[in-house]
């Protein structure tokens, strides 16, 4: 069975591809960092559909714990699926701040900073021993590095450098048979950066090719399509699913 690890899985778009990746047949392991009982119904509802899956704490702004969570993952491996390795790591964790630039504080672009950039990068060097050769990073990347939108300057800059990582991560890991990918999501309907009001989704509607916003499984199952063998052969790519935004 194919393993996937899920960073930021308890709600919004890590929630969605956990589903679908689960209703492929693969099992999951879904990170979560202040809400357990969110985690826990997700697991729950892939468990009642007939999937395996499996919800740990983790913060990806504390690069010291990922030591621990890589221990704790191990024994989750072991526990549930007889494993000791997994063969996909999507980093999606993350969360958005609305601010022009004249007004974000060192404090805000540092914590920025810990969860897009700095998280991701070091969290995949800590799993890497324990991600299968022939396995696969999908980063959770924005549409907002390509688009720019006012005040989203410090969060579309990080995602637009984890794009970058994202390159260097195939190069550097495909000896090992390891693919790194990107997806961009568009603008869609969750919780980030308090979710979006009427007026907001109007305009985002009215700049989208296809006329409205996306769902969170619209995204989550492109993730676990890419996780597949049946893109095997896409690689060091930022796929963007936004339904057409501003084109």
Known sequence: MTIIVITGGSRGLGAAAARACARRGMGVVLTYKANPESAQLVVEEITAEGGTAVALPLDVADVASFGAFRESLRAALRTEWGREDFDGLVNNAGYGLYAP???????????????????????????????????????????????????????????????????????????????????????????????????????????????????????????????????????????????????
């Open 101 to 247: 630039i004249t007004e974000v504080t060192e404090a805000q672009f540092d914590s920025l900073f810990a969860v897009h950039l700095k998280g991701p990068f070091f969290l995949t060097q800590t799993l890497l021993p324990l991600l299968a050769d022939g396995g696969h990073i999908v980063n959770m990347a924005s549409a907002t590095s390509r688009v720019a939108t006012s005040g989203v300057a410090p969060y579309a800059s990080l995602k637009g450098g984890l794009e970058v990582l994202t390159r260097y991560q195939a190069k550097e890991f495909g000896d090992r048979g390891i693919r790194a990918n990107a997806i961009a999501p568009g603008s869609i309907r969750t919780e980030l950066g308090g979710g979006l009001t009427d007026e907001f989704e109007k305009m985002l509607a009215g700049q989208t090719a296809l006329g409205r916003v996306g769902e969170p499984d619209e995204v989550g199952t492109v993730i676990a399509g890419l996780l597949s063998a049946d893109s095997r052969w896409i690689n060091a790519q930022t796929i963007e699913v936004a339904g057409g935004y501003v084109i």
